[in-house]
């Protein structure tokens, strides 16, 4: 399964969207958002969210894509193949080594 993270805006007068963020419940929500992830992590898949609660599910999701790409990229020097293109593609990117 591919992590998906779906951002949205909401009109706070017509929309029955919470006051408050549905992840933190303390900030006031910003964003309507839909996502599905693969690990087993316990949080809503859809829901209202602040600013800075959908930062975290941002970077949330660049970890994990940055584990696939470093998955990827061991895989291929396995095999015994050229990885130095993914390998920086992936630093440039992610600005990890």
Known sequence: MR??????????LFSDAPSRCDL???KPSVFQF????????????????CAECAS?????????????WAE???SVKAEGADA?????RRVTTFGIK
Do not use: I, W
Request: include cysteine; proline fraction near 4%.
């Open 72 to 74: 990827e990229e061991a």
């Open 3 to 12: 992590d998906t993270l779906c951002f949205s805006m909401f009109d706070p």
């Open 24 to 26: 933190c419940e303390n």
């Open 34 to 49: 839909r996502s599905a992830t693969s690990d087993s992590e316990a949080r809503p898949a859809k829901g209202f969210c």
């Open 84 to 88: 130095s293109e993914l390998h920086r």
């Open 56 to 68: 975290l599910l941002l970077g949330r999701l660049e970890r994990a894509e940055s584990l696939v």
